[in-house]
């Protein structure tokens, strides 16, 4: 029996073009978008999965409560949950999953049943971080934190010495109160040379005194051009993308146990060589690390850093992003790394998702799957197969944009 291709869209932030849909149906979830503190002494938040994480920091704002997102606002609910969810204050509360009470789902034979560790605790399992594979999501329940005011800042530095900064800045992250969470960002212009060098920072707490300290250290690893520093509701953290165009960008990632000097010099070279791009450094580890790996389908707990690039993709010449050079320098970094972020992937092929999900995890999804979407309607993704396939890792192949590597 052959299905139409079923395509779900909630915030349309796939980088993959899974809610872009030429074909088939396309189910919009953007009318489902309510979102309502539930009364209790221990709130609970329950969200319809079209809502954004602009939209649930604005209602929670004014209750004193907020849930480590995304960094923008547009990015939808559903979307960066079955992801996982690395957000600003991720050091502090871990991922967005590690907030997740509940969640409704419609599965691919039409049932409706709420996920959670005591009622579908595979399907539960599965979702927090195995993407759209297993049904539908309608509605989510999280357990947000009471957190009125965040301080958060942005420190540019001279871009002198990168390589050195960076080391220094990995040094830092490691030893950081946990409140802290930081990415340093490298903007690397057409001629090769890095235009601007930042780090952005989020501290989760309105002590004025604690954030200081936290951050006076990352003010002294080199010459600094400008700061600024802001204290306001979380919700004022998330950036207002509105032109994001996911069809017009192409993403690498990986995540690196240990970030040292072979990790940034050869993450520094592949930039340089894919110039002009921007690459980021992101400092997990905290709160994340605190959960097993075996607990949520997202098994990249012990991470150090997630290194993401992004570059902007050409319409005319989409599939040629990333020069073979460049290519054969990414593979030196992934086949080092501890596999690849799910929500950063930009295309779908096996071997992607084989660096998503370690072996164990992979098949683990695919028995959950089995269960749920035996006939794979939900395909439309980083599709993990219902049936039972040799597994073996290989480097990032071709994608939708990306050469082989």
């Known amino acids: 029996m052959t299905h139409s291709t079923l395509s779900v869209r909630g915030g349309g932030h796939s980088l993959a073009g899974h809610t872009f849909a030429p074909s088939g149906v396309l189910l919009k979830t953007a009318r489902m978008s309510t979102v309502s503190v539930l009364p209790g002494a221990e709130p609970l938040v329950r969200i319809g999965s079209g809502a954004t994480w602009g939209m649930v920091a604005h209602e929670l704002a004014p209750h004193g409560l907020a849930i480590s997102s995304g960094d923008t606002a547009s990015v939808g609910v559903a979307g960066l949950t079955l992801a996982g969810g690395i957000g600003r204050m991720a050091r502090h509360q871990g991922l967005a999953i590690d907030s997740l ?25 599965a979702i927090r971080g195995g993407g ?32 050195g900064l960076v080391a220094r800045w990995a040094d830092e992250v490691r030893g950081s109160d946990d409140r802290l969470t930081t990415v340093l960002t490298v903007s690397v212009n057409s001629s090769r040379t890095s235009s601007s060098v930042n780090v952005r920072w989020c501290y989760a707490s309105d002590d004025e005194g604690a954030a200081r300290s936290a951050t006076d250290r990352l003010r002294r690893l080199t010459s600094l051009r400008k700061e600024a520093v802001k204290i306001a509701p979380y919700s004022d953290v998330l950036e207002d993308v509105s032109n994001f165009r996911a069809d017009h960008m192409a993403m690498r990632n990986a995540f690196v146990p240990i970030l040292n000097d072979r990790v940034i ?36 707990r012990t991470a150090e850093t997630l290194i993401a690039v ?53 098949r683990r999804l695919s028995a959950v799957k089995r269960l749920y979407d035996p006939t794979n309607i939900f395909r439309n993704n980083h599709n993990v197969l219902p049936f039972p396939e040799p597994l073996s890792y290989a480097p990032l192949g071709r994608s939708r944009r990306c050469g082989t590597t």
């Not at 039409?110 to 605790?121: I, K, L, M, N, Q």
């Not at 570059?311 to 992003?321: G, T, W």
């Open 132 to 163: 759209g594979n297993f049904g539908v999501l309608t509605q989510l329940t999280f357990r947000p934190r009471r957190i009125k005011n965040i301080l958060y800042g942005d420190i540019e530095y001279e871009p002198v010495d990168v390589a």
């Open 310 to 362: 992004t570059k902007n993709a050409s319409e005319d010449d989409a599939d040629a992003v990333f020069s073979a050079s460049a290519d054969q320098i990414w593979a030196g970094i992934s086949s080092r790394s501890d596999g690849a972020y799910v929500g950063f992937l930009d295309g779908a092929t096996q071997d992607e998702i084989k660096q998503a999900y370690p072996e164990a995890t992979l």
């Open 101 to 125: 009470v509940s969640a409704q789902v419609v599965t691919a034979q039409g049932d409706t049943v709420e996920a959670s560790e005591h009622s579908h605790p595979e399907l539960f399992w």
């Open 265 to 300: 010099s050869r993450a520094l070279e592949f930039v340089a060589t894919s110039a002009p791009c921007v690459i980021s450094f992101r400092g997990l580890g905290g709160a994340i690390a605190q959960v097993p790996e075996t607990d949520t389908a997202y098994a990249h």
